[in-house]
T-cell receptor, first 112, second 113 residues
C-alpha cells in the first residue's frame, strides 16, 4: 500500500513490555525511524535503524526490522508511565527528497 | 546536541493577518529544513522542503503563495502564513536534517479567529 501503517492504540501495564508495530512501503528505504510525541510537543527521535540491520538495541528500546515483509517494530522493555505518548514510525522514500513519511502513530497508554 | 527551536510556540491571530514562524537549528547547520503540519489526533503531513539559498519545494496541494518559506541561512528557516483563515489553524512543526537524521522543533500552535 501507499501508507505507512500502524495500529492506533496500545495499552500495557507498568513494568510490562510494549511492542509497537509498523508496516512501511518502500523496500529501498535506507533508514527507518521511531519518534515519540508527548501531548502538545514536537517529535523526539528515539532511535533509527539502517536497512542492512535486523536488530538494534538501545537501553530499553529494541528495534526489529524484517525487510522481506517491510515490517518494523519497537519494543520498550519495563514500560513506565512516562512512556505514555504517541509513537510514530517513519521512512525516507526513494523519491530524491529526504523528507520523512510518517505512519499514523500509535498511542501508548501505560496503566499504573 | 542537535537542538531545533521554534518561535513562537503558540500564536492567536485574527483572520486576514499574516503570521511568521521561525525554525532554528541551534547547534548545527542544516542545508535542508522541512515544514510539517499536524491536525489533532493525526499524523504529520509534509508541507514543503526548505533549502538554504534556493526556493522551497512544496508538496502537492500546498499553496506556495499562502505559505511563504524563506531559508536565508544555514540555521534559520521561516514559514509565513499569509492572510490566515480559521482553516489554517493547526500545529506546525519544522525539522532540520543532520546527516541521515531529522531533528524536530517543539512545534507552533496557530489559532486563527
Amino acid at each position: 500500500g501507499e501508507d505507512v501503517e500502524q495500529s492506533l492504540f496500545l495499552s500495557v501495564r507498568e513494568g510490562d513490555s510494549s511492542v509497537i508495530n509498523c508496516t512501511y512501503t518502500d523496500s529501498s528505504s535506507t533508514y527507518l525511524y521511531w519518534y515519540k510525541q508527548e501531548p502538545g510537543a514536537g517529535l523526539q527521535l528515539l532511535t533509527y535503524i539502517f536497512s542492512n540491520m535486523d536488530m538494534k538495541q538501545d537501553q530499553r528500546l529494541t528495534v526489529l526490522l524484517n525487510k522481506k515483509d517491510k515490517h518494523l517494530s519497537l519494543r520498550i522493555a519495563d514500560t513506565q508511565t512516562g512512556d505514555s505518548a504517541i509513537y510514530f514510525c517513519a521512512e525516507i522514500r526513494n523519491t530524491g527528497r529526504r523528507a520523512l513519511t510518517f505512519g499514523s502513530g500509535t498511542r501508548l497508554q501505560v496503566q499504573p | 546536541g542537535a537542538v531545533v527551536s521554534q518561535h513562537p510556540s503558540w500564536v492567536i491571530c485574527k483572520s486576514g493577518t499574516s503570521v511568521k514562524i521561525e525554525c532554528r537549528s541551534l547547534d548545527f547547520q542544516a542545508t535542508t529544513m522541512f515544514w510539517y503540519r499536524q491536525f489533532p489526533k493525526q499524523s504529520l503531513m509534509l508541507m514543503a522542503t526548505s533549502n538554504e539559498g534556493s526556493k522551497a519545494t512544496y508538496e502537492q496541494g500546498v499553496e506556495k503563495d499562502k505559505f511563504l518559506i524563506n531559508h536565508a541561512s544555514l540555521t534559520l528557516s521561516t514559514l509565513t502564513v499569509t492572510s490566515a483563515h480559521p482553516e489554517d489553524s493547526s500545529f506546525y512543526i519544522c525539522s532540520a536534517s543532520m546527516g541521515e537524521t531529522q531533528y524536530f522543533g517543539p512545534g507552533t500552535r496557530l489559532l486563527v479567529l
